[in-house]
C-alpha cells in the first residue's frame, strides 16, 4: 500500500469525521493552537494552564480512542483511513500516558527552558496579528488573560510537588531566570510589542502598556513562587531514567528506538561529521583546524550582515531563490507555496523557527528569527542551511503542501497532525539534499551545514546519554555523565557563543527526547529512502519518492512506514 496524489476528492470517511472532530475540539480547549495555526475566532484568549487542563485533555484523548476503535472494528476502511486510524491512536495515547503520569505524580508539570508554558505564554504573541486596532484590542485581550493563566500553572506546579514531582532544580532556576526577564519592561517581548506600533491611538496604547505591565509583572510573581516553593524540593539530578525516557522519546518520534544502539550511533555520527568538517577546514585554510576556520569565515566580509533589516532582506533572498531554483525540477511547488514571508519576531529569544500557513492561505507559510537583545550582526555561512531547514526543502515545503491536500487529507491530517521526528527530520534530510544538489559548495557554507549537523549528532549523545545514563564517552573521560562533561563534550563539537549554548545544554537536560528527535528523524528518512530504492529498484525516482511521503503529512515515524510501504 502507498499513497500518492488521488485523481479525485475521497468520500469523506467516518474516520475522517473523527479525526476532524477531535481537531476541532483541540482548537476549541487551546486558543494558542488556535493562533499557531491561524484558525481565527479565539484571538484574545489563552490556553487552560493549569491542572484541568492537563484533565481535558486526558479526556478529549480518551474518548476519541473509543470512538475510533468502534469505527475500525465496524466499517471499511481505505488505505488513507487507515493510516489515519494507527497515527491517531497512537499520539493519542502516549499523550494521555505522560497526562496521566501528571494527574498521578508520575511525571512533573512540565517545566523547562523551552516547551512549557512560561514559553508558550510568552511567545504567541509573535504570530499575533497587530494590522488593525481590532487586532491590537485581541492583543489587549490576551494580555490582561496573562495573569490568571500563570496564576493556574503555578497551581499545577504545585499540585505536581505535592505529589513529589518536580522538575530538576536546573530547570527550576533556569525558567525562573526566563520569567524574571520576562517581567522587566526593558526585556520583556511584550514591551518591545506594543513599543513597536506605531499608528495605534493613545488611549488603546496606554491600555496595552497597562496590560503588558501587569503580564510581566506576572512573570515575576510565578518566578517568586519557582524559587521559594520548588527549588528547595526539587531534585539535583537532571536524568529522566530510562523508563521514563524511553517514553518521552516515543512521543517526540512516533517509533521505538533501541537507545543504547542509538546512543552508539550518535557517536559514530558526530566522529563522521567532525571529519568532514576537518576536511572542510582544510579548504578554508591549508593547514587550518576547525575552530581556526571557523574565526576565518567570522571575519570574512563577505558573509557578514550588519544589522536585522539586513538579516530579513537576506532571509527572504535566500528563501525566494530556493523556491524558484526547486519548483518545477526537484519539486512539484504549486503556486501557493511559493511564498513565504520572513519575519524578524518581536521577541528576543535567539530561537529560529517556522509557522505554516492558514488554511485559506491568506497567511502565508512564515520563517521567524527572534533575534537576541543587542545583536545587530549575523554571519550568512552559518544561516544559509537554516533557511533550508526552516523554508524550501524544509518545513515550508513539508507544512504548505499537506495544508492543500484537501482532495485527499482530512483537517487533522492537514493541520494537527505533527510528529517532531517526521517534521523535523525531513529539515535535516532537506538540508543534506541542498548539498547533494550543489547549493551548498562554497566552503564557508558547507561548514555552515556540517556545524548544524555536529550540534544535532552531540545533542542525541548528552540527551540520550545522561537521561538514560549511560556512561560518558572517553574524550570527557567517561564515567558518569555530569553538567560539566556535557558541557566540555557540547563545547568541543559546536561552534556558538557561550549563552546560546548554555541554553542548548539546558534544553536537553530538561526537555528529554525532543533535540535527538531531529537528527534520529533525519536517519529514519534516509533508511525509508534506501528503503524504498531497494524495493523499487531501477523504477525508483527520487522525485517521486519526495513527493509521495510528504503527501501523507505530518504522521509519527511508524504511521509513516505503514504510510509509505504499507502492512508488511
Not at 168 to 196: D, K, M, N
Not at 346 to 361: A, M
Request: glycine letters at 8%; a negative charge.
Amino acid at each position: 500500500m502507498s499513497q500518492t496524489a488521488s485523481p479525485s476528492p475521497r468520500t469523506h470517511s467516518a474516520i475522517d469525521q473523527i479525526a476532524e472532530d477531535y481537531f476541532d475540539a483541540s482548537i476549541a480547549m487551546s486558543p494558542m493552537l488556535a493562533t499557531y495555526l491561524g484558525v481565527p475566532g479565539s484571538e484574545g484568549l489563552l490556553d487552560e494552564a493549569g491542572i484541568q487542563g492537563v484533565r481535558d485533555t486526558v479526556n478529549l484523548a480518551q474518548s476519541t480512542v473509543g470512538l475510533l476503535e468502534d469505527a475500525v472494528s465496524g466499517g471499511e476502511l481505505d488505505e488513507v483511513d487507515i493510516v489515519t486510524a494507527a497515527a491517531l491512536r497512537d499520539q493519542l495515547m502516549v499523550s494521555v500516558q505522560i497526562n496521566e503520569g501528571v494527574l498521578a505524580g508520575t511525571f512533573a508539570m512540565p517545566l523547562n527552558v523551552l516547551g512549557s508554558a512560561v514559553q508558550e505564554v510568552r511567545d504567541v504573541f509573535d504570530l499575533m496579528a497587530t494590522q488593525t486596532p481590532q487586532q491590537w484590542g485581541w492583543v489587549l485581550d490576551r494580555l490582561r488573560a496573562v495573569p490568571g493563566a500563570l496564576e493556574l500553572y503555578a497551581e499545577a506546579l504545585r499540585y505536581s510537588a505535592e505529589r513529589g514531582a518536580i522538575a530538576p532544580r536546573r530547570q527550576v532556576l533556569s525558567t525562573a531566570a526566563q520569567c524574571i526577564a520576562q517581567s522587566h519592561s526593558e526585556s520583556s517581548t511584550y514591551s518591545g510589542l506594543i513599543a513597536g506600533a506605531t499608528t495605534i491611538p493613545d488611549d488603546l496604547r496606554a491600555d496595552l502598556e497597562g496590560a503588558a505591565s501587569d503580564a510581566n509583572t506576572a512573570f515575576g510573581q510565578l518566578a517568586a513562587m519557582m524559587t521559594e516553593e520548588l527549588l528547595d524540593q526539587a531534585p539535583s539530578s537532571d536524568a529522566a531514567g530510562v523508563e521514563r525516557y524511553r517514553l518521552l522519546s516515543y512521543s517526540f518520534l512516533g517509533t521505538d528506538v533501541d537507545l543504547a544502539e542509538t546512543y552508539r550511533w550518535g557517536q559514530e555520527e558526530l566522529a563522521r561529521i567532525t571529519g568532514m568538517m576537518q576536511d572542510c577546514a582544510e579548504q578554508i585554510r591549508p593547514g587550518a583546524s576547525v575552530k581556526e576556520a571557523v574565526k576565518i569565515l567570522d571575519a570574512d566580509e563577505k558573509y557578514q550582515l550588519t544589522s536585522k533589516d539586513a538579516l530579513k532582506k537576506w532571509m527572504q533572498n535566500a528563501a525566494d531563490e530556493a523556491i524558484a531554483a526547486l519548483s518545477d525540477t526537484h519539486f512539484d511547488i504549486p503556486e501557493p507555496i511559493r511564498r513565504i514571508e520572513c519575519m524578524i519576531a518581536p521577541s528576543q529569544t535567539g530561537i529560529i523557527y517556522y509557522t505554516g500557513p492558514s488554511e485559506d492561505f491568506a497567511r502565508p507559510g512564515q520563517m521567524w528569527w527572534s533575534v537576541p537583545p543587542n545583536v545587530e550582526s549575523f554571519t550568512t555561512w552559518r544561516e544559509l542551511t537554516t533557511v533550508y531547514h526552516e523554508g524550501v526543502p524544509g518545513h515550508h515545503l513539508q507544512i504548505a503542501q499537506t495544508t492543500l491536500r484537501k482532495d485527499t487529507l482530512n483537517r487533522w491530517r492537514r493541520l494537527g497532525s505533527w510528529s517532531s521526528g517526521h517534521g523535523e527530520g525531513w529539515a535535516l534530510y532537506s538540508e543534506w539534499l541542498m548539498a547533494d544538489l550543489g547549493y551548498l559548495d562554497d566552503p564557508g557554507m558547507r561548514m555552515g551545514l556540517l556545524d548544524a549537523q555536529s550540534l544535532r549528532a552531540a545533542r542525541v549523545v548528552i540527551d540520550v546519554g545522561v537521561h538514560c545514563e549511560f556512561e560518558a564517552p572517553p574524550e570527557v573521560g567517561g564515567g558518569q555523565w555530569t553538567y560539566d562533561k556535557a558541557w566540555e563534550f557540547l563545547n568541543n563539537h559546536v561552534n556558538m557563543d557561550e549563552a546560546t549554548v548554555r541554553f542548548e545544554l539546558d534544553r536537553y537536560l530538561g526537555y528529554p527526547g525532543q533535540a535527538p528527535s531531529y537528527k534520529i528523524g533525519e536517519r529514519f528518512w534516509l533508511e525509508l529512502r534506501d528503503e524504498v530504492k531497494a524495493r523499487e529498484g531501477e523504477a525508483f525516482d527520487l522525485s517521486a519518492f519526495h513527493r509521495r511521503a510528504l503527501d501523507v503529512g505530518g504522521l509519527g515515524l511508524d504511521a509513516l512506514r505503514l504510510a509509505v510501504l504499507g502492512q508488511q
